[in-house]
């Protein structure tokens, strides 16, 4: 058990579409990151959030977009869905720099 | 550049040891970490070395760093059915995003009863 809980578990969406997925970590975990699974592949760093702001992104694109709230949860926004957006959607959160602790994922289908 | 490379697959039996290898290309990595995936399920943080350790024994699990081959192990004693999950091994470069983890694909252990 990690603490981090992700919401909704499953989502189908069609292209063009928006979605907000949400995370919430322990308190004291002040750096939220977000990662896409791929079916098959290792995940991809999207990007992370501390106190309230984006520091640090992967090669994803601008409609890929995130919030981080006082209260230690998280949204990661995607717009104008595509069919290669679909994934397992990964929030891992860190109390410190040597560990990050993951959330069960919310498994996104765009159809 | 960031790359971290893995084995797919690996069969052992119940009882036996399993040893899942991964090499990466960031030596400046700082850290280097194992996660365990079961079906449908988020990553689980098994282990992680810092990079100037060699070895790290944790129970069951005994990880061995080879900085100057970028090499990375992962032992698993007693491999049980239990462990059968996806395997993956990940580095955290020097600079950059604080908590950006480069993955590697991943490695399927299966446990034969």
């Known amino acids: 058990e990690t603490g981090v809980t992700q919401s909704p578990t499953h989502l189908i969406k069609t292209r063009g579409q928006q979605v907000t997925l949400r995370c919430s970590s322990q308190s004291g975990h002040n750096t939220v990151s977000w990662y896409q699974q791929a079916l098959g592949q290792g995940p991809q760093f999207i990007f992370q959030?501390?106190?309230?702001?984006?520091?640090g992104r992967g090669n994803f694109p601008p409609r890929f977009s995130g919030l981080q709230f006082p209260n230690y949860s998280s949204e990661l926004n995607v717009n104008a869905l595509e069919l290669d957006d679909s994934a397992l959607y990964l929030c891992?959160?860190?109390?410190?720099?040597?560990?990050?602790?993951f959330g069960p994922g919310t498994r996104l289908l765009v159809l | 550049g960031e790359d971290v490379e893995q084995s797919l697959f690996l069969s052992v039996r119940e009882g036996d040891s399993s040893v899942i290898n991964c090499t990466y290309t960031d030596s400046s990595s700082t850290y280097l970490y194992w996660y365990k995936q079961e079906p449908g399920a988020g990553l689980q943080l098994l282990t992680y070395i810092f990079s100037n350790m060699d070895m790290k024994q944790d129970q069951r699990l005994t990880v061995l760093l080879n900085k100057k081959d970028k090499h990375l192990s992962l032992r698993i004693a007693d491999t049980q059915t239990g462990d059968s999950a996806i395997y993956f091994c990940a580095e955290k470069p020097k600079g950059g995003a604080t908590n950006k983890l480069i993955f590697g694909t991943g490695t399927l252990l299966a446990v034969q009863p």
């Open positions: 959030y501390y106190r309230e702001e984006e520091n």
């Open positions: 891992a959160s860190s109390p410190h720099q040597e560990t990050q602790y």
